[in-house]
């Protein structure tokens, strides 16, 4: 069973950042599809598993060694893998639409998105990198003013 929601939600979640490649073309319907939708089934599934599962897992929060034994469990792996899933395409569609906010061109966000859905945190750090390049940049500023 876990494999199996595993498989689920890997294919749920690369349909969202699949969207997002292609949100200039329909920007609501891709924003509440893969920014809001899907991070929010995402979030139900992994709260019913942890619910259900967390409070006869082993280890804790603790310690290092105590985090390593909690996700020996499978069950309590899936949940945090679909943790990871729901919140890096959360952040994900943030970039998009905030990109989109600021008037960054979506083919600049476009490399970073992969970096956001493998490395989250790293992924974040580079779009804002971006974005304070971009507008300590005279010509984006005063093409973005025009």
Not at 61 to 85: E, M, R
Not at 95 to 108: L, T, Y
Request: charged fraction near 10%; glycine fraction near 8%.
């Amino acid at each position: 069973m876990p494999e199996t929601l595993f498989s689920i939600a890997n294919a749920a979640a690369l349909s969202g950042w699949i969207a997002l490649l292609f949100a200039p073309f329909a920007p609501k319907t891709i924003d509440l599809f893969a920014g809001w939708g899907l991070p929010a089934i995402l979030s139900l599934g992994y709260s019913i598993i942890i619910l259900v599962h967390f409070a006869d897992a082993p280890g804790g929060f603790q310690t290092l060694a105590d985090v390593q034994l909690l996700f020996s469990d499978a069950n309590v792996a899936l949940g945090g893998w679909i943790h990871y899933l729901a919140f890096d395409l959360f952040i994900g569609a943030w970039v998009v639409r905030d990109a989109r906010n600021h008037g960054i061109p979506h083919w600049c966000v476009v490399p970073i998105l992969p970096f956001v859905f493998l490395l989250g945190p790293f992924g974040l750090l580079a779009y804002l990198c971006l974005r304070l390049v971009l507008k300590a940049a005279p010509r984006f500023t005063e093409a973005r003013a025009a």
